[in-house]
């Protein structure tokens, strides 16, 4: 049985991907600071391990990695820093956004790799955003981020390539999650996902299923998926 290890799963895109990767027949290591969550969907009755721990704690996740053969890498959790023009942002939160976003991936995946080099065999996916790809105002560092994690799919993948490692970059566009829940208020993220025009989360584990039933010699560098009628973060057109 193949595995499969997945940040963030304890929400949004992470919660959706763990449920439809354990449908699929992979045993599903559920990574998330939310021992509550993570019981939760083990609770559904599927192949999947509750994991409970902070990703930015390296030392807690080199030892539960130490012990795991991983075929299916997920490097999936992120925040979202308050919204607001940079020069406004508070010291804390641009470390806080690195440290999850990128610098937690980027050593996670170094922990990985190593193994499914070794073998020849395995697939690394990071959850970017369309941010990476497109400048919007007010999310300077949250675009830094997933900017740098597209940089560092592209390359690592010309890194592992020759071993048969496969690497795919997801850029999600407007899904309807709870990243902006802390910095949006209620009628605000309303408007946003108002009138089911959004992506919803199990949209984007559908496309990762597909996209790892692919044969060996076939690789997703990167797959964009998008609202096909998007609005404005205020709901407008």
Do not use: C
């Amino acid at each position: 049985m193949k595995t499969a290890f997945i940040t963030g799963a304890t929400s949004g895109i992470g919660h959706a991907m763990a449920l439809e990767l354990a449908r699929a027949g992979y045993k599903v290591y559920a990574v998330g600071r939310s021992a509550t969550a993570l019981e939760a969907l083990k609770a559904e009755g599927l192949d999947i391990a509750p994991i409970a721990l902070d990703i930015t704690d390296r030392e807690a996740l080199e030892d539960v990695v130490s012990g795991l053969e991983i075929d299916v890498l997920i490097n999936n959790a992120g925040i979202m820093p308050p919204l607001g023009n940079f020069a406004d942002t508070a010291i804390s939160d641009i470390d806080a956004a690195l440290e999850v976003n990128l610098s937690a991936a980027i050593l996670l995946t170094r922990m990985v790799v190593p193994h499914m080099r070794e073998r020849r065999a395995g697939h690394v996916l990071f959850t970017g955003s369309s941010a990476a790809h497109a400048t919007y105002p007010n999310i300077a560092v949250y675009t830094a981020t997933k900017a740098a994690i597209a940089g560092f799919a592209g390359a690592l993948r010309a890194d592992l390539a020759p071993f048969g490692v496969r690497v795919t970059e997801i850029v999600p566009g407007r899904v309807e999650t709870q990243l902006y829940k802390d910095v949006l208020d209620e009628k605000t993220r309303a408007a946003m996902y108002a009138g089911q025009i959004a992506v919803q989360p199990e949209d984007v584990a559908r496309m990762v299923v597909a996209v790892l039933a692919l044969p060996q010699w076939a690789d997703v560098t990167r797959f964009d998926i998008m609202p096909t009628n998007p609005t404005t973060p205020t709901g407008k057109k």
